[in-house]
Nanobody
Framework: QVQLVESGGGLVQPGGSLRLSCAASGFTFSAYAMSWYRQAPGKERELVAR????????NYADSVKGRFTISRDNAKNTLYLQMNSLKPEDTAVYYCNAHNGYWGQGTQVTVSS
């Protein structure tokens, strides 16, 4: 069956970095665009970044441009999100999404001193 399993979340101080991973299985990973979304407490889920199937094109929310980088390794069926210069407002549950409609379970990122 289709599985998307996120990892790499945690507690980090403002200005710090984290790298999220999303391991995909059960479908042809390289055939689909992928995205990272996030949802903060009391807020709607929002798109963070998107990447095309071959990884040649990416898009970012204005709030993370220049700080976050989405990438993928199709040989490893894995999606990544490198997050630098983290801010308290980046605190949220981060979700991996495949453009075939599947979602991961989410990983918590907390930015706090």
């Amino acid at each position: 069956q289709v599985q998307l399993v996120e990892s790499g979340g945690g507690l980090v101080q403002p200005g710090g970095s984290l790298r999220l991973s999303c391991a995909a299985s059960g479908f042809t990973f390289s055939a689909y665009a992928m995205s990272w979304y996030r949802q903060a407490p009391g807020k709607e889920r929002e798109l963070v970044a998107r990447i095309t199937p071959a990884g040649g094109s990416t898009n970012y929310a204005d709030s993370v441009k220049g700080r976050f980088t989405i990438s993928r390794d199709n040989a490893k069926n894995t999606l990544y999100l490198q997050m630098n210069s983290l801010k308290p407002e980046d605190t949220a549950v981060y979700y991996c999404n495949a453009h075939n409609g599947y979602w991961g379970q989410g990983t918590q990122v907390t930015v706090s001193s």
